[in-house]
Nanobody, 124 residues
Framework: QVQPVESGGGLVQAGGSLRLSCTLS????????WGWFRQAPGKEREFVAG????????KYADSLKDRVTISRDNALDTVYLQMNSLKPEDTAIYYC?????????????????WGQGTQVTVSS
């Protein structure tokens, strides 16, 4: 059973940075894409960024593309989300997910494997 495991969340002041990590428990040779989503209290889960299994292509939410970078380390089977210039409105639970598709999708319904999430809190 493939299970993403997130780490790296925490409390940070506005303007600060965080790097989230996501590894897979359960080795897989799948070439599926990875994605990061987030869900703030009272809001729907939204796409943040996604990356092709090879790292060759990425997608970002328009509202975040200037402040976040997704990357992966194939040797470690780990995906990272670097977040800079954080704002209080970035406060949310951030989820890593493994897609059922090779191409990067922005739809949560294309990601059958989800981590438990990691809390990111940005103070003003």
């Amino acid at each position: 059973q493939v299970q993403p495991v997130e780490s790296g969340g925490g409390l940070v002041q506005a303007g600060g940075s965080l790097r989230l990590s996501c590894t897979l428990s359960g080795r897989t040779t799948s070439t599926a894409a990875w994605g990061w989503f987030r869900q703030a209290p009272g809001k729907e889960r939204e796409f943040v960024a996604g990356i092709h299994w090879s790292g060759a292509s990425t997608k970002y939410a328009d509202s975040l593309k200037d402040r976040v970078t997704i990357s992966r380390d194939n040797a470690l089977d780990t995906v990272y989300l670097q977040m800079n210039s954080l704002k209080p409105e970035d406060t949310a639970i951030y989820y890593c997910a493994r897609s059922s598709l090779v191409a990067v999708s922005t739809s949560a319904s294309d990601y059958p494997y989800w981590g438990q999430g990691t809390q990111v809190t940005v103070s003003s």
